[in-house]
């Protein structure tokens, strides 16, 4: 159980270029999800929490307009980035959670996103 | 500021041999995650702890968590080179939902 899935594992998309990565609960509902930003050999870095139906909130320093969150349904959420650049180049992870019910997150396998 | 520390970040280690992980945290939290990364692919949930005093262990590797030191553990034992990979440790601040993870520490077991 609480399987995650990401779309898709890996993305190559030209400079100016928008691309969408796909997050979602296969077995269960989340009612909250989470993107993490992860570069080489780093720790990953929490971007935002998404809630069913709500907007996204933003950590400090990550912006809002380049990585728009969308969390249309208890299954399904989705991060557009906008107008790539190179140095938007790296693995996105995404979790989800039952926020209210348990802490655990569970986590999708990761999208590579290189910009050339 | 929220910080996650663990100690070592990188560590080579003999077959065989046993050692420990360290992960200190800044802020109150009963609950403290680790997991396993291999080299391009996400993370593997290893342990969940819950409470303060929790302990657990699966094969070769035992976790543990003090959260009056805000301390927990990850002792690695008879390593075997199978066990190569980083190791996060994640905080979930009370009340938050959120995680904060730990700087990794990358694991090397030599033959």
């Known amino acids: 159980g609480a399987v995650v899935s990401q779309h898709p594992s890996r993305v190559i998309c030209k400079s100016g270029t928008s691309v969408k990565i796909e997050c979602r609960s296969l077995?269960?509902?989340?009612?909250?999800m989470f993107w993490y930003r992860q570069f080489p050999k780093k720790s990953l870095m929490l971007m935002a929490t998404?809630?069913?139906?709500?907007?996204?909130?933003?950590e400090q320093g990550v912006e809002k307009d380049k990585f728009l969150i969308n969390h249309a349904s208890l299954t399904l959420s989705t991060l557009t980035v906008t107008s790539a650049h190179p140095e938007d180049s790296s693995f996105y992870i995404c979790s989800a959670s039952l926020a209210g019910v348990s802490y655990e997150q569970y986590f999708g396998p990761g999208t590579r996103l290189t910009v050339t | 500021e929220l910080k996650v520390e663990q100690n070592p970040l990188f560590l080579s280690m003999q077959e065989g041999k046993n050692y420990t992980i360290y992960c200190n945290y800044s802020?109150?939290?009963?609950?403290l995650y680790w997991y396993r990364q291999d080299p391009g692919k996400s993370l593997e949930s290893l342990f969940v702890?819950?409470?303060?005093?929790a302990v657990k262990q699966e094969g070769r590797l035992m976790a543990s968590l003090d959260t009056k030191a805000r301390l927990s553990t990850l002792h690695i034992t008879a390593a075997v080179h199978d066990l190569s990979a980083t190791y996060f440790c994640a905080v979930d601040p009370s009340g938050t939902y959120k995680y904060i993870f730990g700087t990794g520490t990358r694991l090397k077991v030599l033959a």
């Open positions: 702890l819950l409470s303060n005093g």
């Open positions: 802020t109150t939290s009963d609950r």
């Open positions: 998404s809630n069913e139906g709500s907007k996204a909130t933003y």
């Open positions: 077995d269960f509902q989340a009612t909250t």
